[in-house]
């Protein structure tokens, strides 16, 4: 019993925050008012009801008042014709139809009562549910107005979280921004000073350069014995044109490779060829 009942009462709690969170405030005050014009009408039919049946028993009443007054003209005309039991007869009906009405006096007094009754309660209701009406208008203005600040309320936080969040992004896409500056700013220093290579241009390495630097070296040297040997050649072509045998180049000067034999005006000596 003591776990069916607070299983109860756990099922009575989860359906009341239901509720709460189901009920919407304008629409039950809305209820609530149609709920008391109910109320009123049904006053107001009580009051109609009333009325109405107090004027049947004032039309009822008109109606025993006038066969008072028939009974006692009766009474009357049978006491002339010295008809004493008609008489009678007329006057006791005469007293019941008196006592009838006194009865009906009284239920109508009492109706008119009730009447009067009603009708208080029906203005005093009528009051309260304008008063009623009133609050409900008010309340339902301001609910509304609490809501759409709770909206707005949620609305401006989102749009400051989403604020935030982009403001973040912003500042470390900045941050990126500048280290990568910095970063191409050292690697442009680095290979200005020539502590790292610049591996975009040709020769890019220290091994390279210098093999470069031997290779013009050589070049030159080769253009410099080139050079060296056709003025050589020259001067003994210029000794050959005054009748000087040319003299045979030692064996130790010769050079590595086989250099052009310079040409001779009027052929080899000893030569049986006639200039």
Request: glycine share 6%; charged share 25%.
């Amino acid at each position: 019993m003591g776990l069916w009942s607070r299983f109860t009462n756990m099922f009575k709690a989860k359906a009341s925050r239901a509720l709460d969170k189901a009920e919407n405030p304008s629409e039950t005050l809305d209820y609530s008012y149609n709920r008391q014009l109910e109320m009123l009408q049904k006053v107001k039919r009580g009051v109609a009801d009333v009325v109405t049946a107090k004027k049947r028993l004032e039309l009822q009443t008109a109606k025993l008042e006038q066969t008072v007054v028939k009974l006692d003209s009766q009474a009357r005309q049978a006491m002339a014709a010295n008809r004493e039991d008609l008489a009678r007869t007329a006057l006791e009906r005469k007293t019941v139809v008196q006592q009838q009405l006194q009865g009906l006096d009284q239920q109508i007094a009492d109706l008119s009562a009730q009447q009067e009754q009603l009708i208080g309660q029906q203005q005093a209701l009528a009051t309260r549910i304008e008063t009623f009406r009133t609050q409900k208008e008010v309340i339902k203005a301001q609910y509304s107005a609490a809501e759409a600040q709770v909206r707005i309320s949620e609305a401006t936080s989102g749009l400051s979280n989403q604020l935030s969040d982009m403001g973040n992004a912003v500042q470390r896409a900045q941050d990126k921004t500048e280290q990568l500056q910095a970063r191409a700013a050292a690697m442009d220093e680095l290979v200005t000073s020539g502590a790292i290579d610049d591996l975009s241009a040709p020769g890019s390495n220290e091994l390279d350069r210098q093999i470069a630097a031997i290779s013009a070296g050589s070049q030159v040297d080769a253009e410099m014995e080139r050079l060296r040997i056709e003025l050589e050649s020259g001067n003994s072509a210029g000794e050959l044109s005054a009748g000087e045998p040319a003299a045979e180049p030692a064996a130790s000067q010769a050079p590595a490779q086989p250099q052009p034999e310079p040409a001779r005006e009027g052929g080899e000596p000893g030569d049986g060829s006639s200039s």
